[in-house]
């Protein structure tokens, strides 16, 4: 069967990244160990939104949204489910069942909702005995609850890391009695596989056990920090969380920082700087506000194609730090065809001038797309918590 899905996934899903290696003179190669993921995924999740309070209803009008708004042709594909959409129990076959009243329709209904309309479906789940809000883990029922998501149309599993073993509290262990994470998800990747269906795996342990080093061969992104909230000292607090992990990141393997809080109480600046930063990062874009609500202006910077088009760079490496110093900082990454994408970010509370090296003689503001000619060196006075972001021709 392993052997039958890699054959299927060479064809469908690492030709075309070759194709597209080769169109732009560049050589992306899904590396990951499932051949998925070869850009960072991009979609939607309810939990920065909502919390535990997912209902099937939220998500239906969720869809409708994404559709009517642009932002699911703008690439946002992935459509999570997080924590609060089980039952309390398992069902009387030990099966994971969503809670009735909250999804009376059932998930494979609300699967077939989103494949109807183009999007693909994620689910959440916990590689402990129980998920982080108390409900059932999938310690011990990896095969069952794998193939159980397959059969449901599962397209993307977000796996967290509470209770991680009997005895355990949400997010500690009594001396010696943790189950090592590796083998945990170890344990539902090979589960996921052997049930034939491409699905994209999300590590969710915090950045916790040095995961960025080990990760690329057990998932196709893992989180490299706490959960973030909807303030710009989170935003600052992850973003140099991450920015050194770049090595260990590329096609099929990405650092997470968290799903965006975009829309969610932040200035206008800031939320420009999230998506700034993320997509400079190669990071998944999991949209995190409610979008049914959600007002014009972030409807736009979510759509915005050219800043897409940074984190989607199928070059697929993440930006480095070129500097930073007194809470300047300017971070370089290399596009496919030779481009290069530089940032500017002033973390300070105070407009400041920043300047660097240009790697080329014209460059895109990437978030208006007005061009100038660089001579040389690029130099802007960036608000207080803005971020520029720059293609540079090469
Ligand atoms: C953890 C994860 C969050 C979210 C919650 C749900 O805190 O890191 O992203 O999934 O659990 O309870």
New binding site residues.
């Given amino acids: 069967m392993i052997v039958r899905l890699a054959l299927v996934l060479a064809v469908l899903l690492v030709v075309p990244a070759v194709l597209a290696g080769e169109r732009s003179g560049a050589a992306p190669m899904a590396r990951g160990y499932n051949g998925l993921a070869a850009t960072p995924p991009m979609g939607w999740?309810d939990?920065?939104a909502v919390?535990?309070d997912v209902t099937e209803d939220l998500v239906r009008r969720t869809a409708d949204t994404m559709v009517s708004s642009g932002l699911r042709d703008a690439g946002y594909r992935y459509v999570t489910i997080?924590?609060?959409w089980m039952a309390a129990r398992r069902d009387a076959d030990g099966n994971l069942q969503p809670d009735p009243a909250r999804f009376p329709h059932g998930i494979a209904a609300l699967a077939a909702y989103l494949h109807a309309r183009g999007l693909e479906f994620g689910i959440?789940a916990?590689a402990g005995v129980h998920?982080?809000?108390g409900l059932p883990g999938s310690l011990g029922h990896e095969r069952a609850d794998a193939d159980r998501f397959a059969a449901w149309g599962v397209d993307y599993l977000?796996y967290?890391?509470?209770y991680a073993g009997p005895g355990c509290a949400a997010n500690s262990c009594p001396d010696g009695t943790e189950q090592p994470a590796r083998d945990r998800y170890a344990r539902m990747r090979d589960a996921l596989l052997s049930t034939g269906r491409p699905i994209v795996f999300s590590i969710?342990s915090?950045g916790t056990g040095d995961v960025a080093r080990w990760a690329a061969g057990y998932g196709n992104l893992w989180?490299t920090t706490?959960?973030?909230t909807a303030t710009y000292a989170s935003l600052v607090s992850i973003f140099h969380q991450t920015v050194g992990l770049g090595d260990h990141a590329g096609p099929g393997g990405w650092n997470d920082p968290?799903?965006l809080e975009v829309g969610n109480g932040m200035t206008a600046v800031e939320d420009r700087t999230e998506l700034t930063l993320w997509a400079a990062l190669a990071a998944p874009l999991m949209i995190g506000t409610d979008l049914v609500h959600a007002r014009p202006e972030t409807l736009a910077l979510l759509a915005n194609p050219r800043v897409i088009a940074i984190d989607q760079d199928p070059l697929g490496r993440p930006a480095r730090p070129v500097s930073s110093a007194n809470g300047l900082d300017v971070l370089s990454r290399p596009l496919a065809g030779g481009d290069t994408a530089i940032v500017l970010f002033n973390e300070t509370d105070q407009p400041a001038t920043i300047a660097t090296p240009a790697p080329g003689r014209t460059a895109t503001d990437v978030w208006t797309g007005a061009t100038t000619t660089t001579n040389g060196a690029l130099r802007a006075t960036v608000p207080a918590h803005g971020a520029m972001l720059y293609r540079i021709a090469g």
Avoid: A, F
Wanted: proline share 0%; aromatic share 12%.
């Fill in positions: 999740n939990y920065n919390g535990l997080d924590d609060g959440y916990d998920t982080c809000g977000k967290d890391n509470c969710c915090w989180r706490g959960d973030i968290d799903m």
